[in-house]
């Protein structure tokens, strides 16, 4: 396996369309962090990874460092920017009911039909967001409209919990639920 022929990856003009965001744990990154640009969410740090194509037609990554961008010649500000607009054009947030995505990891259904039970006794239930076909769906934190717009075609409000840098969970607000409740359901999801 090699890289594409004529691929440079010190060509900004050539790398800027190839720029995205990635989420990582910052606790468990301390030492990449030292290295990288980024920016942080929470616990979360927001870093820079550039695409490398491969002749196979695959493609693989690797972290934008501080010597990387200088090279480029460009700001944190410039690279933030760039990958902000790269990462809203090429993913595509996709936004489930825990149960489908429970589901497709294979938990038992009566075990999804016992939290369907208690969930909707506060005719409430929880969604996952995450991005169709990326194991980095905890980019879905910078894709804030989409959640808007999920909200606002269902008329709700929602608490948004990063469950890990993977999905965010999606929970209708209601003022029927306690902090207790809220604390369940994340530990419950969570636990799967």
């Not at 209708?172 to 419950?188: A, F, N, R, V, W």
């Amino acid at each position: 396996r090699s890289m594409v022929k004529g691929f440079n990856l010190f060509d900004y003009e050539q790398m800027k369309g190839k720029v995205i965001f990635r989420v990582v744990n910052c606790e468990k990154n301390e030492e990449l962090l030292q290295n990288v640009p980024y920016r942080r969410l929470l616990d979360l740090a927001v870093i820079c990874k550039v695409l490398i194509p491969f002749d196979d037609g695959l493609e693989g990554c690797m972290q934008v460092t501080h010597g990387l961008m200088n090279t480029w010649g460009i700001t944190k500000e410039e690279l933030f920017e760039r990958a902000e607009e790269n990462t809203r054009r090429s993913y595509k947030v996709q936004i489930r009911p825990v149960a489908e995505v429970l589901q497709g990891f294979g938990v038992d259904i009566n075990e999804i039909e016992r939290m369907i039970c208690e969930q909707s006794k506060m005719n409430k239930w929880m969604y996952v967001a995450d991005v169709a076909a990326s194991n980095g769906g905890g980019i879905c934190l910078l894709l804030k409209e989409k959640m808007r717009e999920f909200a606002n075609e269902h008329n709700m409000d929602l608490y948004i919990i990063p469950s890990s840098i993977h999905e965010l969970i999606l929970i209708p607000k209601d003022e029927k639920l306690s902090k207790e409740q809220l604390l369940y359901m994340i530990h419950e999801v969570n636990s799967h």
